[in-house]
């Protein structure tokens, strides 16, 4: 039973480009959570996705989006980057929006230069 | 909204003690408490959870206490072994915030020695 995968595992970029991370969630899950974990931080929320809406969202600006596929599946869009985007992106798979039982999955590392 | 609060920042046992983890949250109304560890180049894994109506459980080695009254709550592994060495991350969830999110504590860096 496959995880939570995640695309691409490293990513470097140049201040004030643009940059799309994926995720496919555990199998059976139909939510998917973004968060940001900056080096020695604990993940900050993003945003959550159910039903291919944008369901919650944290304290982040628009340059960061989102998008859910029928199949689940969903992108994480971050736009003008900034050196301070640097960071672990995570993605959290779960079923509903109950917030009970998150998978993880092992993350896209962003560098920005 | 929710706020979490953990400590200490590192811990470092020799292998076979005890370790304990502490987390404080602010949202009395927070209801679910999970436990994340995070080994390097890895995504948080969910080691252990506990709901508000349960003031302890326990998983092997590893237990997880609620003090609802204090809103804290704390991680406990007993017995530590070198493979429990990595980032430990405590989490609250608060059920009035529509559709659900965990908040995360900063981390515990556990280092076991052997």
């Known amino acids: 039973d496959a995880g939570v995968t995640q695309s691409p595992t490293h990513l470097i970029k140049t201040r004030g480009q643009q940059v799309t991370l994926r995720c496919s969630p555990k199998?059976?899950?139909?939510?998917v959570s973004w968060y940001q974990q900056a080096l020695g931080q604990g993940p900050q929320f993003i945003f959550q996705?159910?039903?291919?809406?944008?369901?919650q969202r944290g304290n982040f600006p628009d340059r960061f989006s989102g998008h859910q596929f029928p199949n689940y599946s969903s992108e994480l869009n971050v736009n003008a980057l900034l050196l301070g985007d640097s960071a672990l992106y995570l993605c959290?798979?779960?079923?509903?929006?109950?917030?009970?039982?998150?998978?993880f999955g092992s993350g896209t590392r962003l560098t920005v230069v | 909204g929710e706020n979490v609060e953990q400590h200490p920042s590192t811990l470092s046992v020799q292998e076979g003690d005890s370790a304990v983890i502490k987390c404080t949250y602010s949202?009395?109304?927070?209801?679910?408490f999970p436990w994340y560890k995070q080994e390097l180049g890895k995504g948080p894994q969910l080691i252990i959870d506990?709901?508000?109506?349960?003031g302890e459980k326990k998983d092997q080695r590893i237990a997880v206490t609620l003090n609802k009254t204090a809103k804290h709550f704390s991680l406990h592994i007993t017995e530590t072994q070198p493979e429990d060495s990595a980032v430990y991350f405590c989490?609250?969830?608060?059920?009035?915030?529509?559709?659900?999110?965990?908040?995360f504590g900063t981390g515990t860096r556990l280092l076991v020695s052997p």
């Open positions: 959290a798979s779960s079923t509903g929006f109950s917030g009970y039982g998150y998978t």
């Open positions: 199998s059976g899950h139909d939510t």
């Open positions: 996705y159910y039903e291919e809406e944008e369901r």
């Open positions: 949202d009395s109304a927070s209801n679910y």
């Open positions: 506990i709901r508000s109506n349960v």
């Open positions: 989490a609250a969830r608060a059920p009035n915030t529509g559709f659900q999110k965990l908040v």
